[in-house]
């Protein structure tokens, strides 16, 4: 009877331990073929229709033909300096606030903090990014005009603006519970060495969660990199290099997002796309490289 028992145990435990053992490498498998994809459909760009690589990542001449035989220019400049000013500004607008966030919720009120403060965080993250857009059409949109004296709202400060509350769930509750790990002994020992709570927050735990702090603002990077309906309803979309937080431009997620239904199959403005979504991609994996190497980082300083 135990010798069923025991067998009966063994094949639960073999065939759970398969069954995750598949499933985790079904997910290595797709994220290898959806990159396979990309760069079979991307590298058209330059193998088919004969652009070089400098000239699709540093000229900002974008008008690539709608047909097989190609002749157009694929610049994409103007959608990645889109991109990053938009991203960049999100998050220097984000992280000052999330991380004060983090630090109210874990050291200055931690039971109100989990109780009340955590979960109306969470809430903006399920709110879909149409809302944002919306929101920020109707409400920010006019004023900025009103505020700055601008005949047109839209603009890069709007979409930045959009972004970092977008982005602000997501930085605010990592670096919330990589602060939260900080061992106590940490903070009394730096009680009994004489310091404040301040100054214990700022030079002893903040420190060492800093890992965990710096892999929330990457993935809140991440996050705003690959938005696209909220930033194109507030952008502005023009075809144009950004000069200043209140120009018009597009990014390269809102480029694809408004073109990609209507080019024609196989022609040169399709290949341009996805060689815009293989730059995405690849923007992703070094997100992704970034936030091993600073854990890789913390977890040698920690041994």
Same mark, same amino acid.
């Not at 760009?45 to 540093?58: A, D, N, P, R």
């Not at 500004?89 to 919720?105: D, E, K, N």
């Not at 923007?283 to 977890?299: E, R």
């Given at each position: 009877?135990?010798?069923? =028992?025991?067998?009966?145990?063994?094949?639960?435990?073999?065939?759970?331990?398969?069954?995750?053992? @598949?499933?985790?490498?079904?997910?290595?498998?797709?994220?290898?073929?959806?990159?396979?994809?990309?760069?079979?459909?991307?590298?058209?760009?330059?193998?088919?229709?004969?652009?070089? $690589?400098?000239?699709?990542?540093?000229?900002?001449?974008?008008?690539?033909?709608?047909?097989?035989?190609?002749?157009?220019?694929?610049?994409?400049?103007?959608?990645?300096?889109?991109?990053?000013?938009?991203?960049?500004?999100?998050?220097?607008?984000?992280?000052?606030?999330?991380?004060?966030?983090?630090?109210?919720?874990?050291?200055?009120?931690?039971?109100?903090?989990?109780?009340?403060?955590?979960?109306?965080?969470?809430?903006?993250?399920?709110?879909?990014?149409?809302?944002?857009?919306?929101?920020?059409?109707?409400?920010?949109?006019?004023?900025?005009? !009103?505020?700055?004296?601008?005949?047109?709202?839209?603009?890069?400060?709007?979409?930045?603006?959009?972004?970092?509350?977008? $982005?602000?769930?997501?930085?605010?509750?990592?670096?919330?519970?990589?602060?939260?790990?900080?061992?106590?002994?940490?903070?009394?020992?730096?009680?009994?060495?004489?310091?404040? =709570?301040?100054?214990?927050?700022? =030079?002893?735990?903040?420190?060492?969660?800093?890992?965990?702090?710096?892999?929330?603002?990457?993935?809140?990077?991440?996050?705003? @990199?690959?938005?696209?309906?909220?930033?194109?309803?507030?952008?502005?979309?023009?075809?144009?290099?950004?000069?200043?937080? @209140?120009?018009? !431009?597009?990014?390269?997620?809102?480029?694809?997002?408004?073109?990609?239904?209507?080019?024609?199959?196989?022609?040169?403005?399709?290949?341009?796309?996805?060689?815009?979504?293989?730059?995405?991609?690849?923007?992703?994996?070094? @997100?992704?490289?970034?936030?091993?190497?600073?854990?890789?980082?913390?977890?040698?300083?920690?041994?």
């Amino acid at each position: 009877m135990k010798t069923k =028992r025991m067998q009966g145990m063994f094949c639960k435990e073999y065939g759970w331990r398969g069954l995750t053992i @598949f499933f985790g490498l079904f997910v290595i498998v797709l994220t290898i073929i959806i990159g396979a994809f990309l760069v079979y459909k991307g590298s058209d760009t330059f193998l088919t229709f004969g652009h070089t $690589i400098w000239e699709f990542l540093g000229s900002a001449q974008w008008d690539p033909a709608d047909s097989a035989e190609g002749g157009g220019q694929t610049g994409a400049l103007i959608f990645i300096a889109g991109s990053l000013t938009t991203c960049g500004l999100a998050l220097a607008i984000a992280t000052p606030f999330a991380l004060g966030s983090a630090v109210f919720m874990t050291e200055i009120s931690p039971e109100f903090g989990e109780k009340f403060y955590r979960p109306i965080v969470e809430i903006f993250a399920g709110i879909p990014s149409v809302v944002y857009g919306w929101v920020g059409l109707t409400v920010l949109i006019p004023a900025i005009k !009103t505020i700055f004296h601008r005949q047109v709202g839209h603009s890069v400060l709007a979409a930045g603006l959009v972004l970092a509350v977008m $982005i602000f769930p997501t930085i605010t509750t990592v670096s919330a519970d990589a602060i939260a790990s900080v061992s106590q002994e940490c903070r009394n020992a730096a009680y009994g060495l004489g310091s404040t =709570r301040w100054q214990t927050i700022w =030079r002893v735990v903040i420190p060492a969660s800093s890992s965990g702090i710096i892999t929330g603002i990457i993935l809140g990077l991440a996050r705003a @990199f690959g938005e696209a309906l909220a930033v194109a309803m507030v952008i502005g979309q023009t075809t144009a290099i950004p000069t200043s937080i @209140f120009s018009t !431009t597009k990014t390269l997620t809102t480029e694809i997002a408004a073109q990609m239904g209507n080019a024609m199959e196989g022609g040169e403005l399709k290949s341009a796309l996805w060689t815009m979504a293989l730059l995405l991609f690849l923007i992703s994996l070094l @997100f992704i490289t970034l936030i091993h190497h600073v854990s890789g980082n913390q977890d040698k300083e920690e041994k």
